[in-house]
């Protein structure tokens, strides 16, 4: 299998209200378990429908 080189960089921003996103990065401290299983890199972004207001929500503003 071919060696990937992967650079990582962190971008920070507001997703918005109506969304949601994280990046998590794991490498293994040790070595020989980088070298045969790698590193994970996820990344997951969501969005939601927008709540309509009610009564009892615009007072919480």
């Known amino acids: 299998m071919a060696e990937l080189d992967i650079s990582l960089a962190k971008l920070i921003g507001?997703?918005?209200e109506?969304?949601?996103a994280q990046v998590h990065e794991f490498a293994p401290d040790d070595v020989e378990k980088l070298k045969l299983r790698g590193r994970l890199v996820a990344v997951i972004a969501t969005t939601f429908p927008k709540k309509e207001a009610?009564?009892?929500t615009e007072s919480l503003d």
Request: no cysteine; hydrophobic share 10%; net charge negative.
């Open 14 to 16: 507001s997703p918005g």
């Open 18 to 20: 109506t969304s949601w």
């Open 54 to 56: 009610t009564p009892e």
